[in-house]
């Protein structure tokens, strides 16, 4: 028995950003903020689209479009702290034609610190209306207009350790 044929490419591998925990970013005890994983986030879907050729700025003057962020839901597993170093995710898992469904991670040292499930949308910046996502965004993206995106576990960065809110 031979496996299906799919009908569009399998989807790029996770996209990933590195960044370095500030003081601005923990709270007094020197934990990362729980908020301030959304901002993690929200950089590394940034550099995300740059990766593709289309910064933000860009896109809004080329096109009219920008996305903002929809719905989110942030699962948190273990604390960051100051100075770690951060490897954050982004792995589209559904594109629809005026939105992408985006899963998101935080990791450091081989562990998942947290995960979130970003539900971002293409609007019109004059009037803040649905639009459609570009088609030269979708393209640089591979992703079909109408499909969902296939998906691909994410796999843990190097030396992948147990996740769990224990301390180390």
């Known amino acids: 028995m031979t496996a299906p044929v799919a009908s569009h490419p399998p989807a790029p591998p996770a996209f990933r950003h590195t960044l370095r925990v500030y003081w601005e970013d923990t709270d007094a005890g020197g934990i990362v903020f729980y908020a301030n994983y959304l901002k993690f ?74 995960e979130g499930d970003i539900r971002i949308g293409c609007v019109q910046r004059a009037t803040l209306r649905p639009a459609r996502i570009p088609s030269a965004v979708l393209q640089a993206l591979q992703l079909e207009p109408g499909l969902p995106a296939a998906v691909e576990p994410i796999s843990p960065p190097a030396n992948d350790r147990t996740t769990d809110l224990t301390p180390p």
Do not use: N
Request: aromatic letters at 10%; hydrophobic letters at 45%.
């Open 41 to 114: 986030f929200e950089r590394a879907r940034t550099e995300w689209l740059r990766s593709y050729g289309f910064g933000q700025q860009a896109m809004v003057e080329e096109t009219g479009c920008m996305f903002v962020v929809t719905d989110t839901s942030v699962h948190y597993k273990r604390p960051a702290r100051l100075d770690d170093l951060l490897e954050i995710t982004v792995d589209v898992r559904h594109q629809a034609a005026a939105s992408l469904r985006i899963v998101q991670q935080a990791w450091c040292d081989g562990a998942l610190l947290a």
